[in-house]
């Protein structure tokens, strides 16, 4: 690989503003970049099962190839380590490791894991390794998935057997990735695999998930030594669309499903009280000991964050009451997500102000937008790579500010599969070329690289 080292960074930023020990990594997930769905044992997940149905994946793709990193995984952690990355987060599927409910461990998917975390440990990435980043078993969703108890039982079993096998290579675990998503895109508005309509199952997947969290959490620690383990939330800043004291009342009402519906019971407070009443009888079974067992202590907080979410009182909507909206003045990504990198320094100051969080990092942040092949072949990605640039900047103010935040993952690695949007978003620092699978860096991840290897404005 050939790479573009820039002169002139254009914005003042260098990596020695940050921690010697700071960690740069990219993230990417399974599904979106394995392929292979069908080679050595993988049975189907969910994700398989929504995108054969019609009209739910805006291109009619699926994850079947992908980038086939599951091939051409060597290449990819070649050019990770190329860029100067020290770390890589992944995630495992599931479906590789257990193709039935009472299934012993696939010794073909834990054979590909171990490779590639040696892989990555032979090139300097510390492995950051996702357990659960949406690719539930079928076999599991044909039995109630997330929102019946037995699911939990066979995460755990999961768990244990991943964790057993790649505990003594991998040290840095997370649990699940954005249960936001799994829960209410899954389930709610039915954007994401499977494809439910319903609060309250909604609402029952969210709290099985995050119990499904504090129970793998000792477990992985007894497995792992050492280990640290977390998980990554999806956050999102709430504004008021105006400064009626109605829209500031709409914020907090949004803020406490958003995001209090998470943190407050990962750190202890059990579910927002406000939101409780919101949804009232949607409101999830919770048994004896649940709520000790999701707040049972973590070594690091994962934040996604891509926008800040702006919200108006709307009261016929059930059940916040709220509604978003999309001033039109904003700057937007090709995906209409704003562009907003100082929600990124209020987000990790506003977390660490109101929860016990210790460390954080931001295991993903990224921009997609409609990426043109030049005709020498190269891709001048300038609105990323300027995204890129201005949300660094961003988390450097955070940590001058006094934020303990000791790592950054850019999302992502390559472009992918994204997931509703099909291949019609790319992510990428790197472009793919999916009718060759040929990988060319872009120039938002040559800036990446350049930065990483110490160059200054
Ligand atoms: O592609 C996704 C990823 O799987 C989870 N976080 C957000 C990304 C961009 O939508």
């Not at 508005?189 to 029952?204: T, V």
């Amino acid at each position: 690989m050939k790479t573009m080292i820039f002169k002139h960074l254009p914005a003042a930023i260098a990596r020695t503003d940050f921690a010697d020990d700071f960690l740069w990594g990219v993230s990417t997930s399974s599904y979106q970049i394995e392929g292979a769905a069908t080679l050595d044992g993988r049975v189907p997940s969910i994700w398989d099962t929504f995108c054969a149905t019609p009209g739910k994946i805006r291109d009619g793709s699926s994850g079947d190839v992908a980038c086939d990193h599951y091939h051409l995984w060597e290449q990819d952690l070649d050019l990770a380590q190329s860029m100067g990355l020290n770390a890589y987060r992944f995630s495992i599927a599931w479906p590789r490791i257990f193709n039935g409910v009472d299934a012993e461990p696939n010794a073909l998917g834990l054979a590909f894991y171990s490779k590639l975390v040696d892989g990555m440990l032979a090139r300097g990435l510390q492995p950051w390794c996702t357990l659960y980043h949406w690719d539930l078993p079928q076999y599991l969703e044909d039995q109630g998935g997330w929102a019946n108890r037995a699911t939990v039982d066979a995460y755990l079993r999961y768990v244990d057997a991943v964790s057993r096998h790649l505990g003594s290579r991998v040290k840095h675990w997370i649990t699940h990735n954005e249960p936001w998503c799994t829960a209410m895109h899954g389930n709610w508005d039915g954007m994401h695999a499977p494809g439910n309509k319903s609060l309250p199952l909604a609402l029952q997947v969210c709290h099985n998930v995050l119990l499904s969290h504090g129970r793998a959490v000792p477990l992985i620690r007894a497995n792992s030594p050492d280990a640290q383990v977390g998980i990554a939330l999806s956050l999102h800043p709430v504004k008021p669309a105006s400064d009626s004291a109605a829209d500031l009342a709409a914020v907090a009402r949004h803020d406490a499903l958003r995001n209090r519906w998470f943190l407050d019971p990962l750190y202890g407070r059990g579910y927002p009280e406000q939101a409780l009443q919101l949804v009232g009888k949607d409101a999830p079974q919770i048994e004896a000991g649940d709520m000790a067992a999701i707040a049972v202590g973590m070594d690091f907080l994962g934040v996604n964050y891509y926008f800040p979410e702006v919200v108006k009182d709307a009261p016929q909507q059930y059940p916040l009451r709220t509604e978003i909206v999309h001033p039109a003045e904003r700057e937007r990504t090709a995906f209409g997500w704003e562009v907003a990198p100082q929600g990124l320094t209020e987000l990790l100051a506003r977390v660490a102000r109101d929860y016990p969080i210790g460390p954080l990092y931001v295991t993903e942040n990224g921009s997609t937008y409609d990426d043109q092949v030049s005709a020498d072949g190269s891709i001048d990605d300038q609105a990323r790579r300027d995204y890129l640039i201005r949300h660094l900047a961003a988390m450097r103010d955070a940590i001058t500010a006094g934020g303990n935040i000791r790592g950054y993952f850019a999302w992502s690695l390559l472009d992918n599969f994204e997931w509703a949007e099909g291949y019609l978003r790319r992510f990428g620092l790197t472009y793919i070329d999916y009718a060759t699978q040929r990988r060319t860096l872009k120039h938002s991840g040559q800036w990446y690289s350049a930065f990483l290897h110490g160059a200054q404005n």
